[in-house]
């Protein structure tokens, strides 16, 4: 019974060596012949002087094949998915800006969102994005050297990457929000208006003084179906426009801020090359505010935290001039006649 046993646990055992030796020869064959095709097909691209073999990429970084030329990079690939709006047509087109990325980044790939889908909503709501087209790049984009002497360009979350479009200059195609109107802004009109517009002006602007007149007539055409909101956005090459947007908000702080901005436009020419503050405070008293209290305001720069908050909200949404007009999403840029503004406020009217 015993030699049994021995005799059968002897037999498995060289059955499972002759599969193992059967499994290792297999093996080897495979691997043979991939060797041998790799071989073969080095063999005739050397013949041929090309292709594409590891070899031969090696050695160079320019190939030619089949009437096309290829380049070899050192760089990873880069995908880049483009939120966009088919609807919007040539405006949210992002063809220019892919252009532009793929001189400095030769390796993008890009994926076309629609700004509708759940990715593309995800990706909205991530970055808190205000515009489009919109330019989010996977990790990848952080191995290349344009992220390396540009990354200041580049808003990250995650293992995602922003790309700044406004610091480039990019123009918005389509807004998917508009600037919130807030209780301290100087607002007209009626608050629960489906309408609203949105203007960020610089008394100091000669284009916006020649706003002014439209958006005010407007106003009184639209009182009882639009709310209107005024935000400061005093610009740099305009070094009186800092402390009129003051002087206006302590205007403001006495509900007199359209009359006053009245006041301001009206006289442009006579305080834009001012030094100092007094005509401001001169125009307060021709109003009838109290100049004390106005006074005080306007030396203390009471309201700055206010203007560099509507500053940095027009930046936020790639604002960099004046006027710029929010008739609910819709923006225009620079001065709008009459006629472009009341068509605007209808369209929406009508919605």
């Not at 610091?167 to 998917?176: D, Q, V």
């Not at 109290?290 to 009471?302: H, P, Q, R, T």
Request: proline share 3%; aromatic share 12%.
């Amino acid at each position: 019974m015993l030699i049994f046993v021995a005799a059968r646990t002897s037999q498995t055992k060289m059955a499972e060596d002759n599969k193992k030796i059967k499994n290792l020869i297999s093996i080897a064959i495979l691997l043979g012949g991939l060797f041998i095709g790799s071989l073969f097909v080095d063999v005739a691209q050397l013949l041929k002087g090309g292709g594409f073999s590891q070899k031969n990429l090696s050695q160079s970084e320019i190939f030619e094949a089949n009437g096309k030329t290829w380049v070899a990079y050192g760089e990873p690939l880069v995908k880049v998915s483009v939120l966009t709006d088919d609807t919007c047509g040539a405006k949210c087109d992002p063809g220019e800006a892919l252009v532009w990325l793929r001189r400095v980044m030769p390796t993008v790939s890009a994926q076309k969102l629609d700004y509708n889908s759940a990715e593309a909503k995800k990706i909205i709501a991530e970055f808190g994005l205000k515009t489009l087209p919109a330019f989010v790049f996977d990790s990848a984009v952080a191995k290349t050297d344009f992220y390396t002497q540009a990354q200041i360009i580049f808003e990250q979350k995650d293992d995602q990457y922003m790309l700044k479009t406004d610091e480039l200059g990019l123009a918005p195609g389509r807004y998917l929000t508009m600037p919130q109107i807030l209780e301290s802004d100087a607002t007209f009109g009626a608050a629960d208006a489906k309408v609203k517009v949105v203007v960020y002006s610089d008394f100091q602007c000669p284009y916006c003084k020649i706003f002014w007149s439209t958006l005010r007539d407007t106003m009184k055409n639209y009182a009882d179906k639009v709310w209107f909101d005024y935000k400061e956005l005093p610009l740099p090459i305009h070094p009186q426009a800092g402390p009129a947007a003051l002087a206006a908000q302590c205007a403001l702080e006495q509900d007199k801020f359209w009359e006053y901005g009245d006041k301001l436009f009206a006289n442009q020419s006579d305080w834009n090359t001012a030094s100092d503050t007094q005509k401001f405070k001169d125009y307060a008293k021709v109003l009838n505010l109290d100049a004390a209290k106005f006074n005080s305001c306007l030396d203390s720069k009471k309201y700055q935290d206010r203007i560099d908050a509507s500053v940095a909200e027009a930046t936020a949404f790639g604002i960099s001039g004046t006027p710029a007009i929010f008739i609910n999403n819709q923006f225009k840029n620079g001065v709008t006649s009459a006629d472009d503004l009341k068509t605007a406020i209808e369209q929406e009217l009508a919605k």
